[in-house]
């Protein structure tokens, strides 16, 4: 298994996850939302074609309220 | 009255932004900002709670792009670094959309802008070909450095976010005003209606404000309020406002014709 840390929490993943499987599995349907992984921008037309490695360290937001 | 608002090289009909913290929930947000007449509107970027029900709406669903230009902001973000990235992630989120309000906050305890990460920040956000809408400190040397940098527009505190304590430095409000060549929008402090009524007749361009309208005890009636506001404040700067008569009074009424 590969560990990695999302939004600050570690996780385990099988080898070869790719992040698009990753975000499948979160509360995001049909909602707009973002992803970084180490610092760079995975833009939404590449979810389905990066795939994760150890250590890899990912940042998936939303839209809240705010000023 | 056709006089639009210009913010880069789009026109917007209202001069009052909002955001969209601090409200009860979701509906009261949304009937606020339906009523405040507001066509922008700013949101923060923050992590998805994994947790979360996947049920749950999400703010977007009841404000969505196709009416309202949103405007992600940088609020918390302490250094150039993290504002970059976050701006980066809104545009990501929005489908590559440029416009975007920068705040780089100094200190927790007052929320004041870190001027000098601001404008590492603005640079680099500009280089990048975001359209920068930029909080930051009434001191005219700076906004009209971050004018300089390209940005949108700046938008100066009246005084501390979320304070409520109205427009504390209008002399360099004006300042600011009299040399700027971009938009320039106070954002921060406004705590009623009068405050964004005097904003607006110094010359302000538009007024952004979240507090004042989400923390009143009504906040769609200040919501109301505060369109008005607006709106009667940029009349006034429009009409031209008469003289002030410290000591020479001036009757409305003929002095010819009194009966007797």
Not at chain 1, 40 to 66: F, H, N
Not at chain 2, 101 to 124: G, S
Not at chain 2, 209 to 230: C, D, E, F, H, Y
Request: aromatic share 4%; with cysteine; net charge neutral.
């Amino acid at each position: 298994m590969l560990l990695i840390q999302v939004n600050g929490e570690s996780r385990q993943v099988p080898p070869g996850t790719k992040v698009a499987q990753l975000i499948a599995a979160m509360p995001l349907a049909g909602k707009r939302f973002a992803v970084e992984r180490n610092g760079e921008i995975v833009p939404k037309s590449r979810l389905d074609s990066v795939i994760l490695v150890d250590q890899d360290r990912l940042e998936i937001v939303i839209a809240v309220g705010g000023g | 009255m056709n006089d639009p608002l210009v913010i880069a090289g789009k026109s917007y009909a209202s001069r009052l932004l909002v955001g969209t913290g601090k409200y009860r929930d979701f509906a009261e947000t949304k009937a606020a900002v339906e009523t405040s007449g507001a066509e922008i509107i700013t949101v923060a970027i923050r992590r998805v709670n994994i947790g979360q029900n996947a049920g749950e709406p999400s703010l977007l669903e009841f404000l969505p792009t196709s009416r309202y230009t949103i405007l992600p902001n940088t609020a918390g973000c302490h250094s150039a670094v993290e504002a970059v990235r976050t701006l980066r992630l809104a545009r990501e989120l929005l489908d590559g959309h440029a416009l975007v309000k920068l705040e780089v906050l100094a200190d927790d305890q007052t929320l004041f802008p870190n001027m000098p990460e601001t404008l590492v920040a603005a640079r680099e956000l500009v280089a990048d070909g975001f359209q920068v809408m930029v909080y930051c400190s009434d001191d005219p040397i700076q906004a009209k450095a971050l004018e300089e940098i390209g940005c949108a527009a700046v938008m100066p505190l009246a005084s501390l976010i979320g304070s409520g304590m109205g427009i504390l430095n209008p002399w360099n409000l004006e300042i600011i005003l009299d040399r700027a060549r971009v938009p320039v929008l106070v954002d921060a402090g406004i705590g009623t209606a009068s405050d964004a009524a005097i904003a607006m007749e110094l010359g302000c361009d538009g007024v952004l404000m979240n507090t004042g309208i989400a923390k009143a005890k009504n906040p769609v009636l200040m919501a109301s309020a505060m369109k008005k506001a607006v709106e009667a404040g940029r009349e006034a700067f429009l009409a031209g406002r008469m003289p002030k008569k410290i000591y020479q009074a001036s009757a409305s009424s003929p002095s010819e014709g009194k009966i007797g």
